[in-house]
């Protein structure tokens, strides 16, 4: 086991909406959890041998447990399904100490909030934690339904429930979400984060840049995407930078794969671009990014890139390996 990581034990595992459960993990020995902030994610190595990210959503202040809410998802790999039917109370289970790449940014002068489903995960976190110091915020929650809703008694109760606007899929008209006016005009200091299914957050996303809200007033996070074949998807190579050895990547394989087949092993979790774990340098050549993870910024200067998912538009491709 990585010296990073943990062995829990599922102490409560609840039905909290249709389809979704939440696990409240402990450490398996009893003792105190590393401590984490609001945004922050566990990988959790789940019994058929996947890995995948669960955001954390109960009080950073506690150290005595870990709370995830997992949906069932009928188009899962196999995430998914395993914590809802091999995961029950009792069970143990490796996970990595908690990570943030989805941070909140403190100085904002007002924090918007907008989660699609599951990914109220996150969101719900950082409304505890603005509602605690009393930052400016508003969170707009989007649901296929109200039976779907996870955690809508934990917000009702708080104390920033007015702050809270539900949006339903099979609600009236009138209560839906209106993106223009849930967004607005871009300010300083005002940030806006959303979390969801791809498409909802792409949704979002394409609406506040259509806005011109700034790349570093957005905030978000992906957990799943679809990795997307192209035609122009080629065979190319890589250079390690430290021996200046030439491994080739074919058509049909990633870059991952390719190493991995020839003896250099690079640490990898999601495998869909969006957790960032692979996350390598890149010292030559122009990098062909298919990841969720890096903004479009970043993708831009081909510094770095995903090699689970991400190939090359050059011949090669020389990697700070």
Not at 5 to 34: M, S, W, Y
Not at 181 to 205: E, N, R, S
Not at 278 to 303: F, W
Request: with cysteine; aromatic share 6%; glycine share 8%.
């Amino acid at each position: 086991m990585n010296a990073s990581e943990l062995n829990v034990r599922v102490a409560r595992k609840h039905a909290e909406a249709l389809d979704i459960c939440t696990f409240e993990l402990v450490h398996a020995e009893g003792q105190a959890l590393p401590a984490f902030s609001a945004g922050s994610h566990i990988d959790v190595h789940l019994p058929n041998g996947l890995t995948r990210q669960y955001s954390l959503c109960n009080d950073p202040q506690e150290s005595h447990r870990y709370l995830i809410g997992v949906l069932r998802d009928p188009s899962s790999r196999g995430g998914s399904q395993a914590m809802h039917e091999l995961v029950q109370e009792g069970s143990l289970l490796r996970i990595s100490a908690p990570k943030n790449h989805f941070p909140l940014a403190h100085a904002a002068t007002r924090s918007v909030l907008i989660a699609g489903g599951i990914g109220v995960t996150p969101i719900l976190c950082m409304a505890e934690r603005l509602a605690l110091s009393a930052a400016p915020f508003e969170m707009h929650y989007c649901t296929r339904s109200r039976e779907r809703t996870a955690f809508a008694g934990r917000i009702a109760q708080s104390a920033f429930a007015s702050q809270v606007q539900f949006h339903f899929d099979d609600g009236d008209a009138a209560q839906k979400l209106s993106l223009p006016a849930a967004i607005g005009t871009p300010q300083p200091g005002v940030h806006l984060y959303v979390c969801g299914p791809k498409g909802f957050m792409d949704w979002v996303l394409d609406g506040a840049r259509t806005a011109g809200w700034p790349a570093d007033q957005l905030h978000y996070e992906f957990f799943s995407a679809e990795i997307a074949a192209s035609d122009t998807d080629a065979e190319f190579q890589v250079k390690l930078a430290s021996s200046g050895r030439i491994v080739t990547v074919p058509k049909d394989c990633t870059v991952v794969q390719a190493l991995a087949a020839a003896g250099v092993e690079v640490a990898t979790s999601c495998e869909q671009g969006v957790c960032g774990t692979c996350l390598t340098r890149v010292l030559e050549g122009e990098p062909d990014h298919k990841d969720m993870y890096l903004s479009p910024e970043e993708q831009a200067a081909n510094d770095q890139f995903t090699p689970c998912c991400s190939r090359s538009r050059s011949p090669m491709l020389v990697l700070d390996l």
